[in-house]
Structures are given as structure tokens and as C-alpha cells.
């Protein structure tokens, strides 16, 4: 199994910008896609982005696209979640996935601890 560590979270105004980080750990990390998931108080986890093995492609929410990207390094096992134009409604605990595909949480087999992100209007 995988072993990711988030950080990178913190408090932000709104509009502002932060990026989270996520190391990982425990298999060869250009063996598997990435992804970022985020999970508000009283809701449910939800996706928001993933990363192929190589990087090439990507994959956002609907609601995200153009203020949140994700990308990867594979020489130093990390991948990354910038996050600009940051709103209220971001705040959430951000968790990174590894080893898995898609929207569904259940889909993926490696998560980290989060990291809190709290924007404040």
C-alpha cells in the first residue's frame, strides 16, 4: 500500500491562492494515478481532481476547472494542488489518493490523513 502525507493547507481570504502538497510513499509513484478529494463539514467527500502516472492528462469537477490544478513530480514522488481565486465554499479538509480511477471515492485504495484549507470571506 501507499503512504501519502498532505500539506500545503492553511487559513486564506478570499481570492487568494494556496498549494497543497502531497509525498508519498511504499510503491514506485509513476506506477499509479493521483488525485485530490475534499470533504466540507456535514458533507459528503467529493472529487476534485486526478492525474495520470505520467502527468499528461488530468481530470477536474466541473465547478473547478480554471481555478484548480493539479500536477505531479515523480522524481520526488509528490503531487500538488493549486489553488487559486479560493472562495468560502472551498473550505474542507483536502485529501490526497493514490492507486485508483475516477470520481468515487470507493475507487481508490491509498489515502492520506487531509490537510484543512479554510477560506475566510
Known amino acids: 500500500q501507499v503512504q501519502l502525507v498532505e500539506s500545503g493547507g492553511g487559513l486564506v481570504q478570499a481570492g487568494g491562492s494556496l498549494r497543497l502538497s502531497c509525498a508519498a510513499s511504499?510503491?514506485?509513484?509513476?506506477?499509479?494515478?493521483m488525485a485530490w478529494f475534499r470533504e466540507a463539514p456535514g458533507s459528503e467527500r467529493e472529487f476534485v481532481a486526478t492525474?495520470?502516472?505520467?502527468?499528461?492528462?488530468?481530470y477536474y469537477a466541473d465547478s473547478l476547472k480554471g481555478r484548480f490544478t493539479i500536477s505531479r513530480d515523480n522524481a520526488k514522488n509528490t503531487v500538488y494542488l493549486q489553488m487559486n481565486s479560493l472562495k468560502p465554499e472551498d473550505t474542507a479538509l483536502y485529501y490526497c489518493?493514490?492507486?485508483?480511477?475516477?470520481?468515487?471515492?470507493?475507487?481508490?485504495?491509498?489515502w492520506g490523513q487531509g490537510t484543512q484549507v479554510t477560506v475566510s470571506s
Open positions: 511504499g510503491r514506485t509513484f509513476s506506477n499509479y494515478a
Open positions: 492525474v495520470s502516472w505520467s502527468g499528461s492528462s488530468t
Open positions: 489518493a493514490a492507486e485508483g480511477a475516477g470520481r468515487r471515492t470507493t475507487n481508490w485504495g491509498s
